[in-house]
């Protein structure tokens, strides 16, 4: 005679397996009428709680991705606050009248004397001081026109400094033969700049006869200026 052994399972553990309310009924009947070890009710057992657990994972992993994915929709949602474009930092500076040296082997700061172009970059006080308004690393390419106004030879030479002291390594030098011996020189340096930092170009000369000299204009050709400095980002 067979022997009925009690549904051990809940109807909640049932359905974690079972699509509907007519198959648990049917899964009910079923221990009503077939013969199960102990084993077998057991093994059924763990089977609908292991089933619930599943469930019960799957349905935490979809609450979470339904809060990730809410928290990616807010955020495409907010409008992020808009970076203000720089400005590009530049200048444009000039001497257009005519330097001399008092005295020979003196070093003179070039003093500007026309803003041509300045955007974050300008004159300060005194006017051979050309300062920055943001850090970044620069370009400063200097030339001057030179002429000697007696007979012999000179040299002169040009170089940068920073804040007042001389860039190591910066010096160009330039030999001017006989009276009126016009020729330029041109020097270029790159250098990394705090806001506030300045920049100069200092001359020298071994004979005070050399100068920086402004060219006179004609009917062909426009005056050209004694020295030019162009401040651009490197």
Same mark, same amino acid.
């Given at each position: ?169 910066? $010096? ?6 006989? !009276?009126?011996?016009? &020729?330029?020189?041109? #020097? /270029? @340096?790159?250098? =990394?700049? +705090? ?6 170009? $200092? ?6 006869? !050399?100068?920086?000299? &402004?060219?006179?204009? #004609? /009917? @062909?050709?426009? =005056?050209? +200026? ?9």
């Amino acid at each position: 005679m067979a022997t009925q052994n009690r549904l051990t399972l809940t109807r909640d553990q049932l359905a974690a397996f079972l699509k509907d309310h007519n198959s648990i009924r049917q899964f009910e009947r079923l221990f009503g009428v077939v013969d199960l070890l102990p084993e077998d009710i057991l093994t059924l057992t763990l089977l609908a709680e292991g089933a619930e657990l599943t469930a019960g994972d799957a349905s935490a992993t979809a609450v979470q991705a339904l809060d990730t994915a809410q928290l990616l929709l807010s955020t495409l949602d907010t409008p992020r606050p808009e970076t203000p474009p720089q400005r590009t930092r530049r200048g444009a500076f000039q001497r257009v009248a005519t330097q001399t040296a008092a005295l020979p082997n003196v070093a003179y700061p070039i003093v500007f004397d026309a803003t041509v172009l300045s955007s974050g970059v300008y004159l300060g006080t005194p006017l051979s001081r050309v300062i920055v308004d943001t850090p970044g690393t620069y370009t400063f390419d200097a030339a001057v026109q030179l002429d000697r106004t007696a007979a012999g030879v000179s040299f002169v030479w040009l170089w940068a400094r920073l804040n007042g002291t001389d860039v190591a390594n910066s $010096a160009v030098q330039h030999r001017v033969n006989a !009276t009126d011996g016009e &020729t330029s020189l041109r #020097t /270029a @340096v790159q250098l =990394a700049l +705090a806001a506030g930092d300045y920049v100069e170009f $200092a001359w020298e000369t071994d004979a005070v006869t !050399t100068q920086l000299q &402004t060219l006179a204009s #004609t /009917a @062909v050709h426009p =005056a050209g +200026a004694a020295a030019t400095l162009l401040v651009s980002p490197a």
